[in-house]
């Protein structure tokens, strides 16, 4: 992925600064490492990203930052993935997480009609938490995996066409001298 267009979409560490509220977090979010956009940052930030994305709890945007600070990737890829889980896409991602979650430890999927309510919650969770949370970290280590192999790939593959594309006007311009 090209490093021009991520840096269109993430906020300079000025930026930042100029967010009054963001200053009851201390001087730690304006770490320069942490708006770098680095392959390593950049991969590391959607690993990150996408396996808190599928994690079902709340506070999601504040344990990517956490973890973007912990393993010094880019804070705002890494909060900006979080939001593949919106309301529009949780029901199927959860459903999907649930159902791998059923294969992996062989047990039967449960008919689940999803009620929001307190009721529901403590009587449905209770009996299809297992392989519910199993899913859910099954498929959030396997898309923030696939997430950071194919960024870290597209990444590299574009800076060997870059080297090449070099390499071959360096050989071309000797040869015409």
């Known amino acids: 992925m090209p490093k021009k267009t991520l840096k269109q979409f993430t906020p ?42 599928f994690i079902p709890i709340p506070g999601q945007m504040i344990l990517a930052a956490f973890l973007a600070y912990r393993f010094r990737c880019n804070l705002p890829l890494s909060v900006g993935l979080v939001w593949i889980t919106n309301p529009a896409t949780i029901p199927a991602i959860f459903f999907l ?28 969770m209770g009996n299809i938490w297992k392989p519910f949370i199993l899913g859910c970290i099954t498929c959030g280590m396997l898309s923030g995996s696939l997430g950071y192999f194919i960024l870290s790939m597209l990444w ?22």
């Open 156 to 177: 590299r593959a574009r800076v060997m066409r870059k080297w090449h594309k070099r390499k071959f006007k360096r050989q071309n311009s000797s040869t015409t001298l």
């Open 97 to 124: 997480s649930y159902k791998m979650g059923a294969m992996i430890i062989d047990v039967p999927m449960r008919e689940v009609e999803f009620e929001l309510s307190l009721a529901w919650l403590t009587h449905e």
């Open 12 to 53: 300079s560490p000025d930026q930042i600064r100029k967010i009054k509220s963001l200053n009851v977090l201390g001087e730690w979010i304006y770490e320069p490492n942490l708006w770098h956009i680095t392959r390593y940052s950049a991969s590391m930030a959607f690993f990150v990203g996408l396996f808190i994305a």
